[in-house]
């Protein structure tokens, strides 16, 4: 049992590091900013989600005491993350003027909401 | 008990600005009653000082500077102070008369309270540190008073002129004073007026005697000081004849009287304070007789009078003193009362320049009057008071050499002056082009006048009667030890050689005046100095010099201040270091670990960067808080949760903070071109970084105890908690902290204050130009918006969890306060300033102020409690459900603190978003959300909700 438990642990926190490490070199590697932009959001997030997994199971299956400390940082992180992402993403397109002209159009002609300013007579639905 | 003599006016001086709405005369009536409850105070020793014991009372104050609160009376304070309560009532109720319907008479008689306050205890207080401070009083209340018609230059430059003048003779008398108190071996004046002996023996005498009559001589306008006190006449009339004749210049006298049993009868001091007093009795007088301005009349004979009296306690006989004691009687007397009837005929008449008046003894028979007798009281002609003590003045004189024909022309020139005002002004024939037609003033202004005529006339006649007994009293309290001679005040001596020389003055007086004309002509044409000509050069080379002076090291250049406070440190460090002798530490080192190495390199590396990308203020900034990160991270490492908590929630506030402030300024700072300061700057900074460094270490190598320990053992029995940190800063250090948030709340005041600027006036406009106009469409993102919503709730509980339990474990009310500000910081630039104001709405100032007031009064609870002031309390409850509690009071100390970060916080944050918005160019989105939705939601009065306020604020 006990050898069971640190088995799923350990490949827990195997499976977090890989995936923490695949984050940075996305990071560091991805050619521009939207892509790079992958790897601390998805991979990385990823990655603590399955070190606070291992936390957790540590501490309530080794130590005997739940934790519920880990929920806590989940909570934030994968509240945090994608808005981060989503804010950088909004900032770029802001001001990097030839990617706004690769954009695609959004439907009904609503405009980016970065670029074009919300419309008065918008359409009740 | 005498405390009160000057504790009630100058307490009372509070009330004439609150009563004045009910009416000017029930406010002057309030200030009557506070003069009448001091004089009462006052009247009601009176007994005691005739009888000779001492009434004396004493609070200790700062007892290690020798200062106490101590008063006492005798017959020279208790003179004086009745002169200043009882001249004070009559210029109460002239000055009702006298202002204008538009002047604030509230602020008028506070200011006048504040002063008479001052001067009461000037001549009560004991101990002659405190006396210092009222007469530093004296000096601040007379420029409120002197200026009081600040519209007009004259005022304005007169009660400077005063202030430069008379409190420069402050400093010197703080100097003399403690000179005097370290020569005597006391503070106390009773003392000290015991020990003239010690003083006069000691190797300070002649510092202490100058720097004493230094003081004397500017408050009293003698020679070459007196230039003040005529431009001090732009002061309305009620101030003057308070101030000149009762009070402020007889203070400078009361000092020197005061002192008289220690200071004088040395040769220096005869000659200087004698000398001093007959050249400005005589220059003055002089300058007096040519003046066509009435109070300028008035002003010279009062400096002129001062020098007399200066003059009489110079001789150093107990029986000049006496004389000198009496004249202060007579001349208050009588000049109040000519100050007021100048007032009078500036009021009625339209003019005080005595070319344009005569005759007014038929137009306002009643005012001249009593103005011919006073004036006849200055001129010294016998049945008047002036007369009796201008005889002892002379008979005192006349026992010195060369001293008597100098003196015999002073009262000559004073007979002069006299006779010419009273002929230029009410004697002669009617004229027809007053400014306006004179008649007699309401009784109101006439009263304190005819009440000083009679005091004039009934001393004059019946002078032992009435002045005898306080004067003896005032001259023997004056001489001190020395007896004085029997005194018996009478008209008639006999043909003495003083009555010789008053009939010389008088006859002497009459011809000078017969050759007015010719006299006045030749002066025209002689070389006279510009008194206030040479002043306002003296204080424009003083600016000019302090300016070359100080201007070089106060330039406007962080940079400089910066490089000289470093390079100081650096040459004192340094040689501090070289020339003392250095050991290696004797702790052994601790291993490298590996991730202190990168924590390190991490370090350095974003240092080095900031070194080369600093001319980017955001990268700069990153890079900086690279650093709080690693901080943070070593405070982990060596077991110090608290700090490392406290280390990262200031980081992220600051971070936050600068980023919004940083959108204000250029995206780059300009370039450092000159190499040469580049080398210099590098090469301080350099040394600066390895002398903080060699610090570091050589305390971190050695052991020695702390008082860590102490802490450590003493946080849960003393501070009834189990994290240490927290104990130290609400508990041990309490008064430190507390100061602290004080410190914090100024601050906020100050971004408030800076920042105030950038949004009005060159800087906006400067602001305006490097904004740049890259700006989103949607300024605030649904995605952001709701997140952050989700995400508050959360942050406030987090800073309520650590808020309670800082106690004992890491947290606490600094920490706390800084999460919930962040919690608010977020809202804001998620959803907007606007949006966020207007649904946080407590004032941050009111934070503020809670913050102290929660600290403080936490603190107070315990000097209620009878301990120290912050000492904690706490203890054990048991509360069912929860079950064993601990509180402490240091919680609610805590919570001030927690007030005060928040404030602070909030603060900024305003004050940014001020400036902010008006750098945007645009209306705040008031509404909930800036987002259109597909559907339009509606009011229940049909107009959309969201839009419609978005709408409005565009066109507006």
């Known amino acids: 049992m006990a050898f069971a438990t640190e088995l799923l642990v350990s490949a827990l926190i195997l499976i977090g590091a890989f995936f923490l490490v695949v984050g940075s070199f996305g990071l560091a590697k991805l050619p521009d900013l939207m892509r790079r932009l992958h790897g601390p959001t998805k991979a990385t997030t990823l990655g603590i989600g399955a070190l606070l997994l291992a936390s957790m199971l540590y501490f309530l299956l080794v130590r005997g005491a739940p934790s519920l400390h880990e929920i806590l940082i989940s909570v934030f992180l994968f509240l945090t993350a994608p808005v981060t992402a989503h804010m950088i993403a909004k900032a770029h397109i802001l001001r990097d003027g030839a990617l706004q002209n690769t954009l695609p159009e959004a439907p009904d002609g609503a405009g980016w909401a970065t670029l074009k300013p919300a419309r008065e007579d918008a359409p009740a639905a | 008990m005498i405390a009160l003599i000057a504790l009630v006016p100058l307490l009372g001086a509070m009330l004439p600005p609150i009563v004045i709405r009910s009416g000017r005369d029930r406010c002057t009536a309030v200030t009557a009653v506070v003069s009448l409850v001091s004089l009462a105070v006052l009247l009601a020793q009176v007994p005691a000082v005739f009888s000779g014991e001492p009434v ?39 000055a009702r008369f006298y202002l204008g319907r538009d002047e604030k008479v509230g602020r008028f008689f506070a200011y006048l309270l504040l002063f008479q306050g001052a001067m009461l205890g000037i001549v009560t207080s004991d101990n002659i540190l405190l006396l210092v401070v009222f007469w530093e009083l004296t000096s601040l209340s007379s420029f409120l008073l002197i200026g009081w018609w600040s519209h007009t230059p004259e005022g304005r430059q007169g009660a400077r002129m005063a202030l430069v003048v008379t409190g420069g003779g402050g400093l010197l008398l703080i100097g003399g004073m403690l000179l005097l108190g370290q020569a005597a071996g006391s503070y106390e ?41 005529p431009h001090a006449m732009a002061a309305p009339t009620p101030v003057s004849a308070y101030l000149h004749s009762a009070t402020m210049v007889k203070a400078g006298v009361f000092l020197l009287a005061r002192l008289w049993p220690v200071l004088s009868g040395t040769e220096t001091w005869f000659l200087v304070v004698t000398g001093t007093g007959l050249i400005t ?38 029986y000049a003193v006496t004389a000198c004691v009496f004249h202060v009687i007579n001349h208050a007397t009588f000049k109040a009362a000519l100050f007021m009837s100048a007032g009078i005929v500036d009021h009625e008449a339209g003019t005080r320049d005595i070319r344009k008046l005569g005759g007014l003894r038929r137009l306002m028979p009643v005012s001249a009057t009593l103005a011919l007798i006073a004036s006849a009281s200055m001129a010294g002609i016998p049945l008047f008071n002036g007369f009796l003590s201008k005889e002892m003045m002379l008979e005192a004189a006349a026992h010195t050499a060369l001293v008597p024909s100098l003196a015999t022309l002073g009262a000559l020139l004073s007979v002069a002056y006299s006779v010419r005002f009273a002929l230029g002004v009410y004697l002669g024939p009617v004229r027809d082009d007053y400014p306006h037609r004179p008649h007699d003033p309401p009784a109101g202004m006439w009263l304190p006048v005819a009440v000083l005529a009679f005091l004039v006339l009934a001393i004059g006649v019946a002078p032992q009667l009435l002045a005898g007994g306080i004067v003896a009293l005032a001259g023997q309290a004056s001489a001190g030890p020395v007896p004085i001679p029997e005194v018996h005040l009478s008209i008639w001596h006999g043909v003495t050689p003083a009555l010789v020389m008053s009939a010389a003055a008088l006859v002497g007086g009459l011809l000078l005046l017969a050759v007015f004309g010719p006299l006045e002509r030749v002066r025209e044409k002689t070389f006279r100095p510009e008194a206030k000509a040479m002043f306002d050069a003296v204080v424009a080379g003083a600016v000019a010099a302090c300016r070359r002076g100080i201007g070089p090291m106060h330039a406007d250049s962080l940079p400089r201040w910066l490089a000289a406070i470093s390079a100081t440190i650096v040459v004192v460090g340094a040689t501090a270091f070289f020339t003392a002798t250095y050991a290696p530490g004797t702790r052994d080192l601790l291993p490298v670990e590996f991730l202190g190495v990168v924590a390190w390199v991490l370090l350095a590396a974003a240092c080095g960067a900031v070194v080369v990308l600093h001319g980017h203020r955001v990268l700069t900034l990153i890079l900086t808080s690279v650093v709080g990160l690693v901080v943070s991270l070593a405070f982990l490492q060596f077991s110090a949760p608290d700090l490392a908590l406290t280390q990262i929630s200031v980081e992220v506030v600051t971070t936050i903070l600068m980023l919004l402030a940083l959108n204000l300024l250029p995206k780059l700072t300009p370039p450092e071109h000159a190499p040469l300061r580049r080398l210099r700057d590098g090469g301080i900074a350099a040394a600066i970084g390895l002398g903080a460094a060699g610090l570091a270490y050589a305390v971190m190598t050695r052991d020695f105890t702390t008082i860590s320990d102490y802490h450590v053992t003493q946080a849960k029995p003393g501070g009834g908690g189990t994290n240490v940190v927290n104990v130290i800063l609400v508990d041990f250090r309490g008064f430190d902290t507390f100061g602290e948030i004080i410190v914090l709340c100024i601050a906020a005041l100050a971004v408030v204050a800076l920042l105030d600027s950038a949004l009005r006036g060159a800087a906006a406009r400067r602001l305006d130009a490097v904004r740049q106009g890259l700006e989103s469409a949607d300024a605030h993102p649904l995605v952001l918006v709701i997140a952050t919503r989700v995400l508050l709730p959360l942050a406030l509980a987090v800073g309520a969890y650590i808020f309670l339990r800082g106690h004992n474990e890491p947290g606490g009310g600094f920490i706390a306060g800084l999460v919930v ?65 601990e509180l402490a009071s240091a919680m609610a100390f805590d919570a001030g603190v927690f007030l005060a970060v928040v404030g602070t916080v909030l603060l900024s944050l305003a004050q940014i978003s001020r400036v902010e918005a008006r750098a945007e160019h645009r209306p705040v989105p008031e509404g909930p959300l800036d987002i259109k939705f597909g559907r339009r939601q509606t009011t229940p009065t049909g107009a959309p909700l969201t839009t419609a306020r978005v709408d409005a604020a565009k066109e507006s």
Do not use: C, N
């Not at chain 2, 200043?84 to 109460?92: A, S």
């Open chain 2, 56 to 94: 004396r009372t004493s609070v200790e104050w700062v007892p290690a500077l020798g200062l106490s609160f101590s008063f006492f009376l005798d017959g020279l304070g208790l003179l004086f102070a009745g002169l200043i309560l009882g001249i004070g009532l009559l210029i109460t109720l002239y």
């Open chain 2, 821 to 885: 500000a962040i919690a608010i910081i977020m809202q804001a630039m998620a959803s907007g300033y606007a949006w966020a104001a207007s649904r946080f709405r407590v004032d941050a100032h009111a934070l503020l102020g809670a913050g102290v007031l929660a600290a403080g009064v936490t603190g107070l609870g315990a000097v209620l409690l009878g301990r120290p002031f912050l000492t904690s309390w706490h203890g054990h409850f048991h509360l069912p459900l929860i079950g064993d509690v």
């Open chain 2, 281 to 318: 009795m005589l220059i003055a007088a002089w300058i007096a007789l040519f003046k066509t301005d009435l109070k300028a009349i008035l002003a010279y004979s009062t400096v002129s009078h001062l020098g007399l009296m200066t003059m009489l306690l110079g001789f150093g006989t107990p």
């Open chain 2, 189 to 229: 004046l009773t003392t000290i007026l015991a020990r003239g002996e010690v003083v006069r023996g000691s190797p300070l005498y002649l510092p202490i005697l100058l720097l004493v009559l230094g003081a004397a001589f500017t408050k009293s306008a003698q020679f070459p000081f007196h230039f003040w006190l």
